[in-house]
């Protein structure tokens, strides 16, 4: 008899990592470090889903990203399951500027590249919106497979793929998608049924003492 349970996915975003400036680079594929700010913030979330049942932990192979996924993965006495394949979007030569940098040396193009019209238009030596999009969207397909009974999964990635992620399961444009807002250590929590339906049950809820505390219902933590 098939599974009638929902595959309930937590996603998160990593933690602070360093600015420049005061501004937040554009890290892409660059293996930007956390703070230790960061690092606390994921140690917060993962203290906040210790006691979840969870099936599977996955994580981007970057290291910001594989710190909260180490983290949650101990707590659950589960191994990490590291894939490249839910790393941050690829900017290119742009990794490690600012947008206020990229916007003095290229200002028409970085604002047609976040406009419906540019979607399809990478950046230079990187990946479009859409294209990222689209391989966050296959990457999603394949988890699901991959757990047909349902259960509890954690993936600790990046605000690029938790905002794919969000457009997908709300079934958003990707314009409205790109204006999600992902706090550092954001969690999100969604309901996946097998008939397809799709319950959001929390975007950017964030834990700890130096989070937001938008934990909301205390029902989703189980």
């Not at 028409?108 to 030596?125: H, N, Q, R, V």
Request: hydrophobic share 40%; glycine share 10%; proline share 5%.
């Amino acid at each position: 008899m098939a599974s009638t349970q929902p595959l309930r996915l937590f996603f998160l975003r990593h933690g602070q990592t360093e600015s420049s400036g005061g501004y937040p680079p554009f890290n892409g594929w660059r293996d930007a470090p956390l703070t230790e700010l960061g690092q606390r913030q994921l140690d917060h979330a993962a203290e906040a889903l210790s006691h979840i049942p969870f099936d599977a932990v996955y994580s981007s192979d970057l290291s910001r990203a594989m710190y909260g996924g180490r983290r949650i993965a101990e707590k659950a006495n589960l191994e990490l399951k590291v894939e490249s394949r839910w790393r941050e979007i690829n900017f290119g030569r742009w990794e490690g500027m600012t947008y206020k940098e990229i916007y003095a040396e290229a200002p028409e193009l970085i604002t047609k590249i976040f406009s419906p019209e540019g979607f399809d238009t990478p950046f230079p030596g990187g990946e479009s919106l859409a294209a990222f999009f689209q391989r966050i969207s296959r990457a999603m397909d394949e988890l699901q497979a991959a757990h047909p009974a349902g259960g509890r999964i954690a993936l600790v990635a990046h605000g690029g793929v938790c905002k794919a992620l969000c457009g997908r399961f709300l079934k958003s444009s990707l314009e409205t998608a790109w204006a999600i807002w992902q706090d550092f250590a954001a969690i999100n929590v969604v309901d996946i049924y097998p008939d397809g339906r799709i319950i959001t049950r929390l975007i950017n809820g964030c834990s700890g003492p130096e989070g937001f505390d938008r934990l909301a219902g205390a029902d989703i933590f189980k």
